[in-house]
């Protein structure tokens, strides 16, 4: 098949992306517009239609309200290029003679119903599934049937495999057979509108911030992901905090200007995740596996999706279902493709091994968030927003190391902190310098640490890490201040109160205040017997909230 020559539709990207929007949700129309406007896609290609409000729906809701009038007005409009027939399959599809469809990318806006329950009555048998209990059904997403609109014929019980998996060089007819399916989806519209802004600014300055992958989960192909996803990042001159626990990420671990999250094993957002005012870098790549992570996007607490989008992630992936693990985008193969260049549509495709399943990708899938290179943003870097510039630092600071020149990263580290003061970065130094034995220049690096007296939740146990630090270089009542400030925020919850209690009476001793120490074994003593109370009362799951 051809490009169609409508109107221009071939120019770009954007001109051939198709927006979906639910007809009778303001909010819906509201997304589509902004995303128009904002990417520049022709208004003409918005697809309204009438819809179900509700995330879940019957087969024949979404063949009646979504599927067929939608392939019939992409078939009209000549998006996909095929001849429709009086024919209809068993789930009561108009059969049509397709050889491909002329869209860049289709995006699902919020409002959309997410998922499709099981039909006992439409289930057949798959060839060569017929022993595997698991794949008896035909519960699915809706986007994952969407990507088999130009198709043709296909059971929608189980899976249909992926061609473009793995696939770098598909052939022009083969990705024609694809429609790839974007959703702009979260608990609010809010979020979403917050989405596609956030997309937008990080492709102007390039996504800037830390890498954090936790490895260990319950099987190991999830743990080889991992790994090989924490490789990749040091390659890419990212100093990425890995977890080796079998837990998620604790909440007291050091998680500022989260960029790329990597991590499972939790059925819901947990950690430092959770805290108070808790926020990612601007364009965030977040994805964490487990069942049922898409199962809801309008909560902000439940499950993964929807609570990372809430938090100011800009792409992530997860499953309406239980997917199994093998049939799942592959988080590794995801990072490495847009490391690689390819925006986050492509790359979605390109690590999924399965459609018409239980998957689904929320974001914009023009995002190319590694746009701009670290040199670029290095060069740039007097012109990133105060936030950003420092976390540019560490990175050029990393390739330095890498290369073997810690001088170099020192150096450069020195000048970045004359010319613009950061935690993150006085950190990186002292911690460079305690390296080399150098207490006197490691306590100078953060020596405006204890003045800090309110600062960001991402930031309060890269703060800590600066007062175990002075603590280190011989500095107690500096030390003692840091986690005087930190005790002193109200919002911190009491997990990290008790953590930090116990350090804190040490260094309150070591300075010689003994008044502080004795009133925070106090406070310690009282908290420790508030949890052990409600340990008592609740069941052991809630002990710890």
């Not at 073997?404 to 911690?431: H, M």
Request: hydrophobic content about 45%.
């Amino acid at each position: 098949m051809g490009i169609i020559a409508i109107s221009g539709r071939s120019a770009g990207l954007a001109d051939r992306v198709v927006i979906l929007a639910n007809a009778d949700d303001v909010d819906s129309l509201r997304i589509a517009k902004h995303y128009a406007d904002k990417r520049g896609v022709p208004v003409a290609n918005i697809i309204a239609l009438p819809m179900p409000m509700t995330e879940t729906i019957t087969w024949r809701e979404f063949v009646l309200s979504i599927w067929q009038p939608l392939q019939d007005e992409l078939v009209k409009q000549e998006w996909i290029d095929a001849t429709p027939m009086k024919l209809f399959d068993d789930v009561g599809r108009r059969k049509i003679a397709s050889s491909g469809h002329n869209m860049s990318y289709l995006v699902v806006c919020r409002g959309v119903p997410l998922k499709i329950n099981h039909d006992q009555a439409l289930f057949q048998e798959v060839k060569g599934l017929e022993n595997r209990q698991e794949f008896k059904t035909n519960r699915g997403a809706v986007d994952a049937e969407l990507s088999m609109m130009a198709y043709g014929q296909y059971n929608i019980n189980a899976f249909v495999p992926n061609p473009l998996f793995r696939n770098e060089k598909p052939s022009r007819l083969l990705s024609e057979t694809i429609v790839k399916v974007s959703r702009l989806d979260g608990p609010t519209a809010d979020d979403v509108i917050s989405l596609i802004n956030s997309t937008l600014d990080a492709e102007t300055n390039g996504l800037i911030g830390r890498a954090y992958v936790d490895v260990k989960g319950p099987h190991q192909q999830g743990i080889r992901w991992m790994e090989l996803a924490a490789e990749q990042l040091k390659i890419m001159n990212y100093d990425p905090e890995v977890h080796d626990d079998p837990e998620t990420f604790p909440v007291g671990v050091r998680m500022d200007a989260p960029a790329i999250y990597l991590g499972w094993y939790a059925p819901d957002l947990n950690g430092p995740f959770a805290l108070p005012g808790f926020r990612f870098a601007p364009g965030a790549i977040a994805i964490h596996i487990h069942s049922y992570s898409a199962g809801t996007l309008r909560s902000d607490s439940k499950g993964w999706c929807g609570p990372l989008i809430a938090r100011g992630a800009v792409a992530t992936t997860g499953a309406v279902f239980e997917p199994y693990l093998q049939l799942m985008h592959f988080p590794n193969m995801i990072l490495d493709a847009l490391a690689g260049g390819l925006n986050l549509g492509d790359a979605a495709y390109f690590s999924l091994p399965v459609l018409s399943w239980q998957n689904v990708v929320i974001g914009d899938p023009l995002y190319q968030p590694f746009k701009r290179s670290l040199n670029e943003q290095w060069l740039q870097r007097d012109h990133l927003p105060s936030r950003l510039a420092p976390y540019v630092t560490l990175r050029e600071m990393q390739r330095l190391l890498r290369a073997g020149f810690t001088k170099d990263a020192a150096d450069i580290a020195r000048q970045e902190s004359k010319e613009r003061p950061s935690l993150a970065v006085g950190v990186a130094l002292g911690e460079l310098l305690l390296a080399g034995n150098d207490k006197t220049g490691a306590a100078d690096a953060i020596g405006f640490a204890p003045h800090l007296k309110s600062v960001p939740s991402n930031d309060w146990s890269l703060l800590r890490t600066a007062g175990d630090m002075l603590a280190v270089c011989e500095k107690p009542k500096e030390a003692l201040a840091v986690y005087a400030n930190l005790l002193a925020i109200k919002e911190v919850p009491r997990t990290l109160q008790i953590e930090w209690y116990r350090p804190g009476i040490k260094m309150a001793n070591a300075a010689g205040d003994m008044s502080l120490a004795i009133a925070w074994e106090h406070e310690l003593t009282k908290l420790l017997t508030e949890v052990k109370n409600k340990a008592g009362r609740s069941p052991p799951d809630e002990a710890s909230n």
